[in-house]
C-alpha cells in the first residue's frame, strides 16, 4: 500500500524558487510512477512533473521545462525544485503515485490517473 505526504509550499516573488518534498511510503525502486500535479481555482489538475522509478527517468510539462525539476532525497522522497517562479505558477500543488507503473505513466499527462494523492501544498507567487 503506498502514501504521499506533501510539504514545502508557500509564497514567493517572482523569479524566486521553492522545493517540495513528497514523502512516499511504500517507495519502490522500479515499476512505480511518482509525479506532480497543480490546479489553478476554477481548472482541472494537470500534470506537471512525472518520474518513473525505474533509472529514475522524468518527464515535464512544456510550461515548466527548464523551470520544475525532479530529484531524489533520502528516505523515500522525492523533490520538485521550482526555479523562475512565475504568477502563473500559482497553484495548489499535489503529489501522486502508481505502485503499477510502466510505460503508460512515464508521461507527464498520465498524472491525474494516479491512484494515490496527497492533500496538497499551495504555491503563491506575486509579482
Known amino acids: 500500500q503506498v502514501a504521499v505526504v506533501e510539504s514545502g509550499g508557500g509564497s514567493v516573488q517572482t523569479g524566486e524558487s521553492l522545493r517540495l518534498s513528497c514523502y512516499v511510503d511504500?517507495?519502490?525502486?522500479?515499476?512505480?510512477?511518482v509525479g506532480w500535479a497543480r490546479q489553478r481555482p476554477g481548472q482541472r489538475r494537470e500534470g506537471v512533473a512525472v518520474?518513473?522509478?525505474?533509472?529514475?527517468?522524468t518527464d515535464y510539462a512544456d510550461s515548466v521545462k527548464g523551470r520544475f525539476k525532479m530529484s531524489r532525497g533520502s528516505a523515500n522522497t522525492v523533490y520538485l525544485e521550482l526555479d523562475s517562479l512565475q504568477p502563473e505558477d500559482t497553484a495548489m500543488y499535489y503529489c501522486?503515485?502508481?505502485?503499477?507503473?510502466?510505460?503508460?505513466?512515464?508521461?507527464?499527462?498520465?498524472?491525474?490517473?494516479?491512484?494515490?494523492w496527497g492533500q496538497g501544498t499551495q504555491v503563491t507567487v506575486s509579482s
Open positions: 511504500g517507495y519502490a525502486e522500479s515499476g512505480m510512477c
Open positions: 501522486a503515485a502508481d505502485r503499477h507503473g510502466g510505460t503508460w505513466c512515464m508521461g507527464v499527462n498520465s498524472v491525474p490517473l494516479f491512484n494515490t
Open positions: 518520474v518513473y522509478t525505474g533509472g529514475f527517468k
